[in-house]
């Protein structure tokens, strides 16, 4: 039986979560559509885009993306108590950069300043705007909401762009985190769209790897995120092995038989509680049976009490991901 999204997304609690949205039917409307023949690739570049900008205007840390020709992921950090920090005339700023308008343009710097002071002196408003901004589901509605009517608008169509909502799966340890990151990472790779990490576009390691020419410091660093405004959050591996990891994921997946674990990613994942035998069949999969959370078993375990379900889906998986006691 499906879980309500409300009981998955804990609108309290701070969390990682792994979203996705894919076009209508699975139609390829951000890449070359072999059926219409028509290249929407600059599409690509408007979610990328907005997605930075979102971050940094919602109570979110981006950490992993990839864009496809008719999907993407993301996996995110959102922290719904966050907003209860930030001043009205914050809110007030932030809701007019979620809902670009005309007064955005310097003609209409003084009608937009108006608009701003109406925003703060309504308390009501206020109030449901900084729940806004600490909800998952806000955050991706207005990332797919202008998507959608601009394409649309561009194909001269009407109707659904994207095919439901989104999709949302909660990662509940540090170690299902960094191995969503790998599994967005490597979907260019897995596609057979490329076959080496560089030559991938609209991926977050793609961009991580060409800020390393600004900021070499970055390598030695904790995986920070792409961008967002909840500060301090970070992954507990240096850029460097994390980069390492993945290069050798894709590697395997695009030469399986040639492939052998180095040494020093096997102790990397064994520290990290993961199973090194099994994790790059399990990240090649992850989202089969389509989990609503992964983590260790004893935090899908508390997941289940808290829903007061006996079973949650994605147990199976983490008895082959983790080690086990």
Known sequence: M??????????????????????????????????????CDHRKSWIEKRMLELASIFSVELFAYAIMDNHYHLVLYIDPLAPLKWSDSDIAEKWLQAYPSRLDEPTFKLQRELKKQAIMADKNKLKIY?????????FMSRLNEPLAKNSNAEDFVKGRFWESRFTSVALLDESAVLSCMAYVDL??????????????????????????????????????????????????????????LVEWAGKSIVHPNKAKMPAHINSLLSSMNLQPDSWLTQIQNFNK????????????????????????????TAKVLYIQP
Not at 16 to 35: E, K, N, Q, T
Not at 130 to 138: A, C, E, I, N
């Open 2 to 39: 499906a879980i309500p999204r409300k009981y998955l997304v804990d609108d309290a609690i701070p969390g990682f979560y792994h979203c996705i949205s894919r076009c209508v039917r699975r139609a390829f409307l951000c890449g070359d559509d072999p059926v219409t023949g028509n290249n």
């Open 130 to 138: 900084r729940k806004r901004f600490g909800s998952l589901s806000w």
């Open 187 to 244: 979907n260019p790779i897995r596609a057979g769209m490329v076959e080496e990490l560089q030559l991938s576009l609209h991926t977050s390691v793609k961009k991580r790897l060409d800020n390393l020419s600004v900021k070499p410091e970055l390598l030695t660093l904790s995986i920070q995120s792409m961008a967002g405004s909840v500060n301090g959050r970070n992954v507990n591996i240096n850029l460097k092995d994390y980069v390492e």
């Open 289 to 316: 049976g389509s989990p609503h959370s992964i983590g260790c078993l004893a935090k899908l375990q508390e997941r289940a009490k808290a829903l007061k379900k006996k079973w949650l889906k994605g147990i199976t």
